[in-house]
């Protein structure tokens, strides 16, 4: 009970807080780093963040706190999924179409490109694939498994496996905690060798560290980064807790 009291202390003290921008709040937020440096990071014109708002604090604070059953975590991480990935559809292509609606007028719209696609790098990312079937029922999901050797900390791909035509595709990268870069960047390097674009590919995620951003981004300006979250830290255990696993 007092910890419940303890969180909704801590969630209540945010909500009430000023308004800041979402990019400002998540400079209250990140602690001792240099101000500067954050900011430098924050200014990557192809990092797109969530607005920081009291659900999605919430839901961050809940994944991170040791303490939440691993129930609660999957039922609060999938509910973040679900938030990154609606935004992150927004960041594919659409095209114009017509439609008749029940009472036979014509109502023009649009509908998303076929040519999209998502990659999930295994294991953590596959967490993702849910959200994206949810709000995207037909999407072909490809995936990539990478590992750190052991002996140079190097980050090697193992396994890949994509979708046909992938090249002429908008990719949706998929994995949930940005560390380091190095998973990721070898991911983006493995889809460039299979002809995908840079500008064609759209990173999802949910957390990110502020020294990740900038080595993907660094290596990568052209492909688009959208995450609920850049802080000095990010919840590692997120793979392990969401799958049950040591």
């Known amino acids: 009970m007092e910890q419940q009291e303890e969180e909704e202390e801590c969630i209540s003290s945010a909500e009430t807080s000023p308004s800041l921008s979402p990019k400002n709040a998540l400079l209250t937020m990140a602690g001792n780093m240099d101000e500067a440096y954050k900011s430098s990071i924050l200014s990557f014109p192809n990092l797109k963040l969530l607005e920081c708002h009291g659900q999605i604090r919430e839901l961050q604070t809940i994944i991170r706190?040791?303490?939440t059953t691993r129930n609660e975590f999957i039922f609060c991480a999938d509910r973040l999924i679900r938030i990154v990935v609606e935004q992150g559809l927004d960041c594919i292509p659409t095209y114009e179409c017509t439609v008749t609606t029940p009472t036979g007028m014509k109502y023009t719209?649009?509908?998303?490109?076929?040519?999209?696609?998502?990659?999930?790098?295994v294991r953590s990312g596959e967490a993702m694939e849910k959200g994206m079937r949810d709000c995207f029922r037909s999407i072909c999901i490809g995936k990539i498994l990478i590992k750190r050797d052991t002996d140079t900390?190097?980050?090697r791909v193992y396994y890949a496996k994509f979708p046909s035509k992938i090249e002429h595709r908008t990719v949706l990268l998929l994995y949930p905690v940005l560390e380091t870069g190095a998973t990721v960047k070898a991911a983006v390097k493995v889809l460039k060798d299979h002809g995908v674009q840079e500008k064609n590919i759209?990173?999802?995620n949910l957390f990110s560290s502020f020294?990740?951003?900038e080595s993907l981004l660094k290596k990568y300006p052209?492909?688009?980064m959208l995450t609920?979250?850049?802080?000095?830290?990010?919840?590692?255990h997120f793979g392990q807790k969401y799958f049950g696993v040591s």
């Open 222 to 224: 052209e492909i688009t």
């Open 211 to 213: 020294k990740g951003v």
């Open 202 to 204: 759209v990173f999802v």
């Open 109 to 121: 719209g649009v509908k998303f490109e076929k040519m999209t696609c998502a990659v999930s790098i």
């Open 65 to 67: 706190n040791k303490s």
């Open 228 to 236: 609920s979250e850049v802080h000095e830290f990010c919840p590692n």
């Open 153 to 155: 900390n190097v980050a």
